[in-house]
């Protein structure tokens, strides 16, 4: 089991950069591939991100490709998006979520993950 609190949402105009952060908590880090969904009001959860067990694979939506950075950090048990050049249509509620590590090919469906936090809200203004 994991637990996973994500922060660092807000209100940013259209151009400017947030950075989110989800701490993990319970089991070991490092044993969890990690990625970034989002939602928008009345669409489905959408894939964003993932960053494989050792940090050194990552994967991107087109949409968010050259804009946003997923990164980890397994000492502090806690996985970044790092988001640039923000757009409207990058307002969503952003939720991170964990599966067990896997040596198979990235997974980017809501399914394929087993633990998720709350949410964190991103606006971006035009």
């Known amino acids: 089991q994991v637990q996973l609190v994500e922060s660092g949402g807000g209100l940013v105009q259209a151009g400017g950069s947030l950075r989110l952060s989800c701490a993990a908590s319970?089991?070991?880090?490092?044993?969890?591939?990690m990625g970034w969904f989002r939602q928008a009001p009345g669409k489905e959860r959408e894939f964003v991100a993932t960053i494989k067990r050792s940090g050194t694979s990552t994967y991107y939506t087109d949409s968010v490709k050259g804009r946003f950075t997923i990164s980890r950090d397994n000492a502090k048990s806690t996985v970044y998006l790092q988001m640039n050049s923000l757009k409207p249509e990058d307002t969503a509620v952003y939720y991170c979520?964990?599966?067990?590590?896997?040596?198979?090919?990235?997974?980017?469906?809501?399914?394929?993950?087993?633990?998720w936090g709350q949410g964190t809200q991103v606006t971006v203004s035009s």
């Open positions: 979520a964990a599966r067990p590590a896997s040596s198979a090919l990235y997974f980017i469906g809501v399914q394929d993950y087993n633990y």
């Open positions: 319970g089991r070991t880090f490092s044993s969890y591939d």
